[in-house]
């Protein structure tokens, strides 16, 4: 009994220290890493700032080291299950496409006419693509550099900036917009290769913006700050951002230290299987029934009956697209670039709200949309127009999808632009952050199979009803008019 007091005491002045070193050495820590992040400039409470999940407005976002959701979540048995039963139903497909060509035919029929048909002319995809990533590569980084150059000393800035802008304005609005466009059109391009030349437009005319965006305010503050050097990036700077997975651009990434090769080649390997996996979609759940019903009246009976029988085709390619694109294909890429941040998702599918589901489904568009789009709105009109600025970013992203989707079918038919303007706006507001609960997960899986199913019919049925009842010499009009509501009447 004599002995405890002098015993704690002792105890508790050894914890003391121990703790006091290991919160020593945690806040070295965190400053080393926040110190690589930002200039040496900034504040102790701006540096407090960087450790948050969201980056302050004046910083933007910050890359950080992190794997992929699936990646952490395929290592539990459970879950990896799941992934197990997707493959046992591709096997399905395949066995069931097998076994009815052999019971029609006599014979194996092992061919893949569906998928030669939707990537042909791949020389003119290639050439395409390689002008559209030299030209990207040469003169937005030229301009940039040319006008920065010169902006320190010139006498008339505003006028050079204006000059200069109206350059790169034109390079992206006629070189990367008009150009491509014009080649999958002229050039007659099948689905699938209008879309590797469409969607690599879309995503270098962000990548652009972004290099701009970001480099143009770092040369003002310098002129600004008399400073003697001009920020201007390296080539090899630009020409890594321009092949990593992320839109917004950054002098440097965290990056890992190696390259697991196997994992690429796992990652390409799952793409190609994902790729068979939507031609097995196509053929045994959707063009048979499309190839009949695009021949029958259009009336709401078939047309209920097509939507709620695409249902399951449609979730499988919503599924299918995600996993191809968004985790194997990104995670691929930033494998082979050592590129250390790979959150190119978040768990959209736990979401509750359209509103979480918009910022989880794809985080690559989303951050260059926040802002690039959402922030700048508010930064040009004041941050009393929110849901200005909202609309404004829905209305672009709604735009560019139906861009995207009425060149590569040849067509307007502006069913997704429709969905994302009336009951993604609508479901935005009604399904916010505020619902919790899992009720409202099931509302939200429920409207989002009903969207995927009026996608995958109303959009084939069209392309069977340009199929069935060409046009001669069609005009401009009957690219807009829906094909599909008449098309009987001439049967």
Known sequence: QQLKPAFMKEVDSHFTEFVNSLVAKSALLDSSSSTSLFPASCSEKELHKAKTSRAPPEHGKIFTARRSLLDELFEVSHIRTIYHMFIALLIVFILSTLLVDFIDEGRLVLGFDLLVFVFGKFPVVFCTWLCMFSATVIVPYNLF?????????????????????????????????????????????????????ILEQVRLVMKAHSFIRENVPRVLSSVKDKSSTVPVPTI?????????????????????????????????????????????????????????????????????????NSILPGVLILFLVFFAFLHCWLNAFAEMLRFADRMFYKDWWNSTSYANYYRTWNVVVHDWLYY?????????????????????????????HEYVLSICFGYCYPVLFCLFMCFGMVFNFILNDRRKGPVWNVIMWTSLFLGQGVIICLYSQEW????????????????????????????
Not at 252 to 257: A, M
Not at 290 to 297: A, D, G, V
Not at 482 to 487: A, K, L, Q
């Open 464 to 491: 069977y009803a340009r199929q069935y009842c060409p046009m001669e010499n069609p005009t401009f009009l009957d690219y807009l008019k829906p094909r599909s509501w008449s098309c009987h009447v001439k049967m």
């Open 145 to 197: 550099v040319w006008w920065a150059q010169g902006y320190c000393s010139s006498s008339h800035r505003v006028i050079r900036s204006l000059f200069y802008g109206m350059l790169f304005t034109l390079f992206q609005t006629a070189g990367l917009g008009f150009g491509p466009t014009y080649i999958a059109v002229s050039y007659a391009l099948p689905p699938a290769s209008r879309f590797i030349v």
């Open 236 to 308: 090899s700077q630009y020409l890594y951002f321009l092949f990593a997975p992320t839109l917004i651009y950054r002098d440097n990434y965290p990056r890992n230290p190696t390259i697991r090769w196997g994992y690429v080649a796992t990652k390409f390997a799952q793409v190609l299987g994902s790729l068979f996996y939507a031609y097995y979609i196509f053929v045994r759940l959707c063009i048979p029934q499309f190839r009949n019903s695009s021949q029958e009246p259009f009336n709401l009976r078939g047309l209920v009956l097509c939507i709620f």
């Open 372 to 400: 690039y789009a959402y922030r700048d709105f508010l930064w040009f009109f004041g941050k009393k127009f929110k849901a200005a600025a909202m609309l404004s970013v829905f209305t672009v992203s709604a735009a560019v």
